[in-house]
């Protein structure tokens, strides 16, 4: 089970730290996704962070956002500063078992959490 806690209320600008716990998991053997999906849009990768400790971010968030991995709490966080309208969305944490062509891919991970509310707004 993953579930993902953090979201919230905040003004432009602002920042968030989303995280990722697991039960059942032990998430440093797996690679985890996060993404968002505002309403009426496709869902979209916002980070990657793999086994070894890659991380990967999506265009829309590049230098914006932080993906890391707590193996002693077993929780994979996201942190988002300058936040902006357009970064409200429901945002997901996955895993996937398998390695795939990209990370962005939302099809190739195994399990989702339940998702977190991000709202962005003065």
């Known amino acids: 089970q993953l579930v993902e806690s953090g979201g919230d209320l905040v003004q432009p600008g602002g920042s968030l730290l989303l995280s990722c716990a697991a039960s059942?998991?032990?998430?440093?053997?797996?690679?985890i996704g996060w993404f968002r999906q505002a309403p009426g849009k496709e869902r979209q990768g916002v980070s990657f962070?793999?086994?070894?400790?890659?991380?990967y971010y999506g265009d829309s968030v590049k230098g914006r956002v932080t993906i890391s991995r707590d193996n002693a709490v077993n929780t994979v966080f996201l942190q988002m500063n300058n936040l902006k309208a357009e970064d409200t969305a429901v945002y997901y944490c996955?895993?996937?078992?398998?390695?795939?062509?990209?990370?962005?891919?939302?099809?190739?991970?195994?399990?989702w959490g339940q998702g977190t509310q991000v709202t962005v707004s003065s």
């Open positions: 059942g998991f032990i998430l440093g053997n797996y690679g």
């Open positions: 996955a895993l996937r078992q398998t390695l795939g062509a990209t990370w962005e891919e939302g099809s190739d991970y195994d399990y």
């Open positions: 962070i793999s086994v070894s400790g890659r991380t």
